[in-house]
């Protein structure tokens, strides 16, 4: 079974001169190691083959260039061939994906992992490229398809941003379903998103940029827009100076703009509510510049000139926007009564409160767009969906914060989803199912999870996180040290945890990651003073009123949910949702810091094959089984493949899988019966399957064909002798009316005429028999009353 599928494998190989490098499927490896599996993936990047298997998951190199397989072309091969026919590549696991859920009538997902500028984003505009190519048509389904494209370019705008390891990173997490009709047409689409990282709007490290719409805006605006919004140099916002960096190579900041209005235009939202977006973008860098002196232990809007623009863009009062950055309301208890007081801000509280203003605008404002995508492509019932989860890549920096924290949180629980699955799960199931099995050693990282998320016994550092905020005060003086403290009381001895004099240290599957424990809880606390809403919601503008609907006598009563907290929630939700699907996975290296081409660091790419276990990924699918299936489902997929199972196998599920199995020919040590399941051992003994299964479909798809064309022929045929008759219809000099009559055929009685009735049995039908005179080539008649029949 094997040898013949690789032979089959090698002759179209050499059919389309494709020139082979290292090793396609990493379970063919001779030697399992790290070092082996750097030099095969090392051998194929420079030869600018960018994609390797390891059974069914993806391992995906960023080339950091414009590869030049992804066509048309390359659509049309990869669209219903089986993984084998053809070059690892992401349309085939996305044609895979797809056929999948038409066939099993299951959602699917991908999972799309690896670290920061690794290629996740650009797999994920592949792979909804792929689907919308490959998917049905219509009105209805075009405009669908139109916005999940559109929607890339604009959550890119308003999502992502240049920073020291990648050009267009991903600032927040999303999880994208396409919706599909029973026909496979994709009809909806839902956009989940998390975990934004508004901190960016206020400030970034060197060599990093603000979030993409900012100089979009500042270079694409036409003059009026400029005018109106008051646009001037990057290098002239407080928001945007900060780490000296407005340009990155390859990009086209102008065009890019174009193309996000387009992609409004496209989504639906409103002319009205396109222009007040951009008041808001503008009105931030605006709000920006605003700076505070202190003046007597109270902080003083430096400059009050600088007040009048951005509460024009946002429709409020210059005089009030004033009073609400150096002042708040706080409620008093005194004497058993509740009262509310007006507080003065210092400086560092003045300015704190300015760009916590700005970061609400502006994750209000992305959650808009988000929304308006749900709206325009939700269905309100769902059948089928592909998701595809594209989320920022693990982080280490020179220094860590909050953001990195949580990043790298939902990071570790993407690979315990990967760890749950693929190797843990797969094991187990073993187990379960009494298949014979050598277990396989590996790193289990839900011990790191625990360490983040535990809520007791012993609590985790986000518990331990929300309970120092629940305590603080205001502006959470003292508050990142008393956290250091409570963390080493609480999980001190943990074998992932360390701490040092300002920070904590987190032994994650990724490596070592050092937190600076600075504002720490202040971004946890992630809190909006009623003063700024209440601000918003006095906006003369309706759009800008609608992004604060909070009601403020009912909210006040409740504790305001933490950063972390939220993120915990979203981060189990996800894993809750992707565990209802049938999983797949691309796995994304970053070959070099350089962002060059054929530039290949191999610490770097070793660094990445250890943490995210591909050596064990490879001995465990050497080891075990390439496929599994419960016995009904495996039935319901190759039934076609016998006259005893189709329509309908009458017996047990087990002896109809054993007959399918043995009417294949399939050598007994490639496949176990477990107890409700049977393993198939070798991708190559699913591949016969598979191929007989379509040899199947392709004989009857040709018996249907044939009598089509056999059906259009006569009824062809019938219309041309209707039409001929009309063409002669009283057109002849005698008998006028001879065409019209009813035609008989046969006119010599063969049924009546036994030594004429040897002609039946060789011919299904009898068009046409007559007595007929036979001439000789001197046009003497040599028989006469013979007989014709065609």
């Not at 065409?739 to 039908?765: H, S, T």
């Amino acid at each position: 079974v094997g040898s013949s599928t690789l032979q089959r494998c090698k002759y179209h190989w050499q059919s389309q001169n494709v020139k082979q490098s290292g090793v396609d499927d990493m379970v063919l490896l001779s030697k399992i190691s790290e070092d082996a599996i750097v030099e095969n993936l090392k051998k194929r990047f420079m030869d600018d083959f960018i994609f390797t298997y390891i059974g069914s998951v993806l391992i995906s190199v960023n080339p950091f260039k414009q590869m030049p397989y992804f066509t048309d072309r390359e659509i049309e091969l990869y669209q219903g061939a089986a993984q084998y026919e053809n070059p690892p590549h992401i349309y085939a696991l996305t044609d895979n994906m797809y056929r999948n859920m038409m066939i099993d009538q299951e959602n699917q997902c991908v999972i799309i992992s690896g670290e920061s500028g690794a290629g996740k984003t650009v797999a994920a505009k592949y792979i909804m490229g792929y689907i919308s190519k490959v998917s049905g048509g219509g009105d209805k389904v075009q405009h669908v398809k139109d916005i999940i494209l559109q929607s890339n370019p604009l959550l890119e705008a308003f999502g992502n941003a240049k920073t020291v390891r990648n050009n267009n990173s991903s600032r927040f997490g999303k999880y994208f379903e396409i919706q599909f009709s029973r026909g496979g047409e994709p009809d909806g689409g839902k956009i989940s998103n998390f975990l934004l990282e508004k901190s960016r709007v206020v400030s970034q490290n060197e060599n990093e940029r603000n979030f993409h719409v900012y100089y979009q805006l500042i270079e694409g605006a036409n003059p009026q827009q400029k005018e109106g919004l008051g646009i001037m140099t990057p290098d002239y916002y407080y928001y945007l100076n900060q780490s000296g960096t407005y340009k990155v190579d390859g990009t086209n900041d102008s065009k890019d703009f174009q193309e996000t209005m387009e992609a409004m235009h496209v989504i639906g939202i409103p002319e009205a509510h396109r222009a007040q977006a951009l008041q808001i973008i503008a009105g931030i860098l605006h709000l920006g510049n605003i700076s505070f002196i202190e003046a007597g232990n109270y902080g003083q809007v430096e400059s009050t000139d600088l007040l009048a623009f951005p509460a024009y863009l946002l429709g409020v009062d210059p005089t009030r926007l004033q009073d609400k950055l150096t002042s708040r309301k706080m409620d008093s208890k005194w004497g058993g009564k509740s009262e509310s007081i007006d507080v003065t801000l210092n400086q560092e509280q003045a300015t704190y409160t300015r760009d916590a203003l700005a970061k609400a605008l502006y994750t209000r404002l992305f959650d808009y767009l988000v929304e308006a995508i749900n709206k325009a492509i939700q269905k309100p019932h769902e059948e089928y969906s592909i998701g595809v989860l594209d989320i920022y890549g693990f982080e280490i920096f020179q220094r860590n914060g909050f953001e990195q924290f949580c990043i790298n949180f939902v990071n570790e629980k993407l690979q315990q989803i990967f760890i749950e699955l693929t190797l843990k799960a797969e094991q187990e199931e073993y187990v379960q199912e009494g298949i014979k099995w050598t277990p396989i050693e590996y790193f289990n990282n839900k011990v790191v999870c625990d360490l983040i998320e535990n809520k007791l016994n012993p609590p985790g550092i986000m518990s331990v996180l929300d309970d120092v905020c629940a305590t603080m005060h205001a502006k959470g003086e003292g508050a990142d040290g008393t956290l250091l403290q409570k963390l080493s009381a609480a999980v001190g001895t943990h074998e992932h945890f360390n701490s040092w004099n300002s920070g904590f240290v987190i032994h994650h599957y990724a490596g070592k990651v050092s937190y600076e424990i600075n504002g720490f809880c202040e971004r946890n606390r992630d809190v909006l003073f009623t003063d700024l809403i209440e601000l918003m919601q006095s906006s003369e503008h309706a759009f800008i009123c609608s992004l604060f609907p909070e009601n403020l006598n009912t909210d006040k009563k409740s504790r305001p949910t933490t950063a972390s907290c939220k993120i915990k929630k979203q981060a189990n939700d996800l894993v809750n949702t992707l565990m209802k699907c049938t999983p797949h996975y691309i796995r994304c290296i970053k070959p070099n810091e350089t962002k060059r081409p054929k530039d290949w660091e191999e610490s770097r790419a070793k660094h990445q094959v250890e943490y995210l276990g591909l050596r064990e990924n490879i001995r465990v699918r050497r080891a075990g089984y390439a496929y599994r299936r419960v016995f009904n489902k495996f039935l319901q997929r190759y039934a076609i493949l016998t006259a005893e199972t189709w329509p309908c196998w009458r017996g047990g599920e087990q002896q109809g899988v054993l007959h399918l199995l043995r009417s294949v020919n399939m050598d007994t040590d490639q496949y176990q019966m477990g107890r409700s399941k049977v393993f198939v051992k070798a991708p190559e003994s699913l591949f016969l399957l598979e191929e007989m299964r379509e040899r199947k479909f392709d004989t009857f798809a040709r018996t249907i064909q044939k009598a089509w064309r056999k059906y259009i022929a006569r009824r062809k045929y019938e219309q041309m002798r209707e039409d001929a008759s009309d063409i002669l219809y009283n057109s002849k000099e005698r008998r006028r009316n001879s065409i019209n009559r009813n035609f008989v055929g046969d006119y010599l009685g063969l049924e009546q005429r036994p030594e004429l009735r040897q002609f039946l049995a060789k011919r299904e039908r009898v068009d046409f028999a007559d007595s007929v005179n036979k001439f000789d080539r001197r046009f003497k008649v040599s028989s006469v009353n013979g007989s014709f029949c065609g």
